[in-house]
């Protein structure tokens, strides 16, 4: 083992010692009382600041925030084997044995030329794996707390699999068309039952047309969010630097603004 190597072990070490401190009598009383399940909000907040540092193009940014996400590994860790259950060493393991039994186009005899290929040899493995949930619909296996953009592309992935699926874009746009036109409807009827489920159907088909652009939906409207929070900071500056507060601009104060910044960038 070379040096490297035996600073990365050492600093392992470290950190599963680190958190049997704190979680021990003598330990941190907030880190004490912790669970799994409190520690849930916690876990799903870090794994999105890992994936705002990943946006960022920022390496630090990435290497905090993977440091953040693993401590939360350490620490559901050390609270299983306060448990009885598990400690870190059988994560590692399990992880090592599943990870080389899902690629036995690498480490064993079998052979996958594409990711595709990939993909379908990792899912027939799956299904013969101790454990595996056997599922009864096609639509099963969904994670319950899925973002719903995130869900909705899933779903839509699921079923295309075995067929139910438009042929071609067209049949997508048409279908958002018609939900756009079932919400407008919807809205004149004045029944807000319905408007909630055609705001939902026209949703589902946008997302489905994200789907079959090969576009990732909730990255796309990530990237739509921060267009328009920075777009709307420059507005608030430009009408600072008019002398106004924006609290009490019109809208049409506010809308030439708006233009103006944004044909700023699109020059």
């Known amino acids: ?14 950190l599963v010692e680190l958190m049997r401190k704190l979680r021990s009598k003598d330990g941190c009383p907030w880190d004490k009382e912790q669970s799994h399940a409190s520690l849930k909000p916690h876990l799903v907040e870090e794994a999105y600041e890992l994936i705002d540092a990943i946006d960022s193009g920022d390496p630090d940014k990435l290497k905090e925030e993977l440091a953040d996400l693993f401590f939360h ?7 299983a ?12 393991a399990l992880c090592l044995d599943k990870m080389r039994r899902r690629h036995p186009h690498v480490f064993g005899n079998a052979t996958a030329a594409t990711p595709d ?22 639509v099963d296996g969904l994670p319950k707390y899925l973002p719903a953009l995130q869900k909705a592309q899933k779903l839509q992935k699921k079923v295309a699999k075995v067929g139910f699926d438009w042929p071609d874009i067209n049949g997508v746009i048409a279908k958002v068309d018609e939900e756009l036109a079932e919400v407008k409807e919807a809205i004149q009827e004045n029944k807000p039952e319905n408007i909630e489920e055609e705001v939902g159907d026209l949703l589902f088909s946008i997302v489905n047309l994200s789907r079959f652009l ?14 328009f929070v920075e777009r709307f900071k420059k507005v608030e500056m430009e009408l600072a630097a008019m002398g106004k507060d924006i609290e009490k601009c019109t809208l049409e104060e506010m809308d030439a603004v708006w233009n103006k910044v944004k044909n700023k960038r699109e020059v």
């Open 117 to 138: 290929e990939v993909i379908h040899q990792w899912e027939q493995i799956k299904k013969q794996e101790k454990g595996y949930e056997e599922r009864k619909f096609i």
């Open 214 to 227: 090969k576009l990732d939906t909730e990255n796309v409207l990530h990237k739509t969010i921060y267009k």
């Open 81 to 92: 084997k306060e448990k009885g259950e598990f400690d870190i060493g059988g994560v590692m």
């Open 73 to 79: 590994i350490i620490f559901h860790c050390q609270i």
């Open 1 to 14: 083992m070379n040096t490297s190597e035996d600073k990365s072990t050492s600093l392992f070490h470290d």
